[in-house]
Nanobody, 123 residues
């Protein structure tokens, strides 16, 4: 069955960096778009970044220029490099797999989810 396992979260100071990873198994990783979402306390889950099977990317406005999404199809792993972190980036970050290969921001296109990794940005 599909498994998505995130890692790399933790506590970081403002302006610091973290790299999240998502190890995928149980499906043909290279075929599908993948995404990172986050949920802050008391808020709805929101889209952070998407990467299509062909490598096209999308970023939510608040993370543009600071976050970089990438994928290693040989390792079936998704990454999110987060730089210049701000307190408002504090959230649980989730990896998700779309059922389509194209770039999509539709939440209902993402059928499989990881358990999340917590990122706390604080001094």
């Amino acid at each position: 069955q599909v498994q998505l396992v995130e890692s790399g979260g933790g506590l970081v100071q403002p302006e610091g960096s973290l790299r999240l990873s998502c190890a995928a198994s149980g499906f043909t990783f290279s075929t599908f778009a993948m995404g990172w979402f986050r949920q802050a306390p008391g808020k709805d889950r929101e889209l952070v970044s998407i990467i299509s099977s062909a490598g096209y990317t999308y970023y939510e406005d608040s993370v543009k220029g600071r976050f970089t999404i990438s994928r290693d199809n040989a390792k079936s792993t998704l990454y999110l490099q987060m730089n210049s972190l701000k307190s408002e980036d504090t959230a649980v970050y989730y990896c998700a797999a779309s059922h389509r290969g194209i770039l999509t921001t539709r939440l209902d296109d993402f059928r499989s989810w990881g358990q999340g990794t917590r990122v706390t940005v604080s001094s």
